[in-house]
């Protein structure tokens, strides 16, 4: 039996070694080349070089931004209100979702709420977060913050009631009481739906603080898109947007390098798949 | 075929055991009703049975036929809708901790390795790392998963899943162990071997067990006694000692000639539980 259970292990490490290491990334380099090479090419010649610029203006834009150094006032002004909305609502969307999702009073008391604030847009209270905070970072950092919540809410609310409950009630049978339940049981097992919906909300921040920055502010990535835009500036419109794509990779790598770190102990099934 | 009652067997493993304290598991006159929707189904009718302490007595009977439902009942998991359930002599009335309960899916915390575990009772009692790490480490060692220890549910086999549940009930020392279908879910070979293991385990141990199983050569391969239920609603159809002597080898028992005669006697009333149960079926 010891045997075989070994090769067993064996057989895990094997499947969770990347296959794709060498061919795959010469081909995606090829593919994003290729995507580049037409793009160049089609600016100028399919769309007037005005409307659309060309990867090489985009990249020299680019270098002069952070050379002169005028972009870091928007990046510092976004990631400011990113940050601080990002941490506010999973902060209290977690907390909320433990709490709905361990009551059932509580769950079904609020959840025609919940279930109406969840179907509306919420970046269609943009507007209305300008209105009362006026144009600075507060007005970002509550739309980051709600779009934020929402994500984690929802997660966490999901992760309390899917907990098997043969785990809560083997757990009361060997002694555990309230406080190690809840340590070793339910936020362990809450803790993949934690991670996918820490993972998922970040693209909505980001989103949730350019949509605030188009509709009102002075400073900021959004901001600085939106006005290039106004200015048929397409060059800096898309430098900007390829910030905003760095932006959301660098935290979509530490997500998943967070995860991997928190959850080691389930099977690595690509399971995670979401917008 | 004998009403519920003591066994004659008391002195078989060098214990008289008597007095009132002999039951472990007393029921009487155990009901239970669910109402899961608009209907009523009732799982287990006018139960009564007697378990003696360190005896091992296997439930058997069709599926659906509230075999479960009695483990539940003696775990408190869930509450009688009649009768009285007692242990030790007195009545369960909240969760059931001086139980071991091991289920049919081996339920090992996935995000604890196999060491944590089996330390997770300990850890509920308080007590000290050391004294934990000590006697877990003891325990998967007599099972043969030393080198496991900091493996994850998930990198271990199914036999050896369910020997860490079956050592992380043992760590607590409950009087009683409540067994669900335990090796259900194995492979024919593992799950002679994890018999073989069972039987070793509760020599050495002597614990009181109550095992529920659909398969009558595992009930009488293991058992002191056997209980057999009806068909929903669950009652007690016969209870029936197995004489055979201990220890026993689960490899070889089926081929002696008692274990064939015990078999027929107990498939005869077993049988026709499950011929009724297809006939109400068709």
């Known amino acids: ?23 795959i990334w010469i081909w995606r380099f090829l593919v994003g080349a290729a995507l580049l090479l037409f793009w160049q090419w089609a600016a100028g010649t399919l769309i007037r070089e005005a409307y659309l610029a060309k990867p090489t203006s985009v990249m020299w834009r680019l270098y002069e931004l952070f050379a002169t150094g005028t972009i870091w006032v928007h990046i510092r002004v976004t990631l400011t209100e990113v940050v601080i909305g990002y941490l506010m609502g999973s902060f209290l969307g977690l907390a909320v979702g433990f709490l709905l999702g361990s009551s059932r009073f509580l769950a079904v008391v609020f959840e025609p709420y919940v279930m109406a604030f969840y179907g509306i847009p919420r970046i269609a209270l943009a507007p209305i977060f300008i209105i009362v905070l006026g144009i600075g970072i507060w007005s970002k950092v509550a739309v980051v913050f709600i779009q934020v919540f929402f994500m984690l809410f929802i997660n966490a609310y999901a992760g309390v009631r899917e907990i098997n409950q043969e785990y809560l009630q083997l757990a009361r049978i060997m002694g555990a009481k309230g406080g190690l339940i809840l340590r070793k049981i339910i936020i362990p097992s809450t803790m993949p739906f934690i991670m996918l919906g820490l993972r998922s909300a970040v693209p909505y ?7 605030g920055e188009f509709i009102a502010a002075s400073k900021g990535l959004g901001y600085f898109i939106n006005y290039a835009g106004s200015t048929f500036d397409s060059a800096g419109a898309f430098a900007g947007i390829f910030i905003l794509l760095g932006f959301i ?12 770190t928190v959850i080691k102990w389930r099977r690595s099934e690509g399971m995670i798949v979401q917008g | 075929m004998r009403q519920p009652s003591a066994s004659r067997n008391e002195t078989r493993r060098g214990r008289a055991i008597d007095d009132a304290m002999s039951s472990a598991i007393r029921l009487r006159g155990v009901s239970k009703i669910y109402t899961p929707g ?23 009977g069709p599926s659906g036929c509230g075999k479960s439902t009695i483990l539940k009942l003696l775990a408190g998991l869930t509450r009688a809708s009649a009768g009285v359930i007692e242990f030790w002599g007195k009545p369960v009335l909240g969760i ?20 944590e575990n089996v330390e997770f009772p300990l850890l509920a009692r308080g007590i000290a790392r050391e004294e934990r790490q000590h006697q877990a480490g003891d325990l998967i060692r007599m099972v043969g998963l030393a080198g496991f220890e900091n493996a994850y549910p998930y990198e271990l086999s199914g036999g050896m899943q369910k020997r860490g549940s079956i050592i992380r009930t043992l760590i607590y020392d409950p009087g009683v162990i409540l067994m669900d279908e ?13 018999q073989q293991e069972l039987l070793d385990l ?31 609603p669950g009652q007690i159809k016969g209870i029936f000692d197995i004489p055979l002597a201990r220890p026993r080898d689960v490899f070889t028992i089926h081929e002696s000639p008692e274990f064939h005669e015990i078999y027929r006697s107990i498939w005869h009333s077993f049988r026709d539980e499950i011929r009724s149960q297809v006939g109400g079926r068709l």
């Open chain 2, 182 to 194: 335990p090796f259900g879910p194995l492979d024919a070979q593992t799950r002679l071997v994890m």
């Open chain 2, 96 to 115: 059931n901790k001086q139980v071991g309960y091991v289920t049919q899916d081996h339920n090992l915390y996935p995000w604890l390795t196999l060491q």
């Open chain 1, 249 to 260: 990779m660098a935290a979509n790598g530490l997500m998943q390098w967070l995860e991997r």
């Open chain 2, 38 to 60: 608009e209907t009523q189904v009732r799982a287990i009718e006018n139960v009564s049975l007697e378990i003696r302490g360190d005896s091992f007595v296997s439930l058997i």
């Open chain 1, 1 to 23: 039996m010891k045997a075989e259970s070994a090769t067993m292990i064996a057989d895990v490490v094997e499947r969770l070694r990347p296959k794709d290491s060498y061919s």
């Open chain 1, 205 to 211: 921040a980001v989103v949730g603080a350019v949509v």
């Open chain 2, 202 to 232: 509760w020599a050495r141990k002597r614990k009181t067990i109550l095992f529920v199983t659909h398969d009558l050569a595992e009930a009488i391969t293991l058992s002191d006694q056997v209980v057999v239920m009806t068909r929903r």
